[in-house]
């Protein structure tokens, strides 16, 4: 790329550059990626960098913006399906869940706001909803324990299930069973 194909992708915040090199503002000594939103600076006060190490050995330091040093290896969008895939795949497991999570790189507060940026919720409700929804299916379609179904959809204890289900279906799991599968078992 040239420089003055990176001054275009930079000046229409183009995300799809992120990663590809990083930009750095001479006057305040502060680097971005191409798709930051802060104001694009005067052309003879940009330089390019290949890589993150590249901008730190100049003596530049990551935008609290759209900090660079975060994204370096992963853009925005793949964190986020990272983590929805996390939370599909391992939901029932939380001691694996939490050691995944710790590896994607970004903080947990960033993850809740990425996710939430791309998906609309929080992490933490969207795994709600999978254990709510899988908890739900088992409760009408099978003849599990309560306490099995508790702790096939990760909680650790029965109580802890009640008061989730309660939370959320204004019913406890065995008067939704009741209400919900008659026709089925009978
Ligand atoms: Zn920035």
Redesign the pocket.
Known sequence: MTDDQKREAVVSNDERYDGLFFYGVTSTK????PS???KIPLKKNMVYFENLKQAEQAGYH???????DLLEYHPIQEIAEKIKLLLDDHYAQQKVLTMKMAQIGVTYRRMIHIFKEYYGVTPKKYYDNLRLAEARKKLINTDDTIIAIAYSVGFQSLSAFYSFFRRNMNSSPSKYRKENNHGIHS
Do not use: E, Q
């Open positions: 502060i680097f971005c990626r930051c939103k802060s990551p935008c609290k913006r759209c900090r660079p």
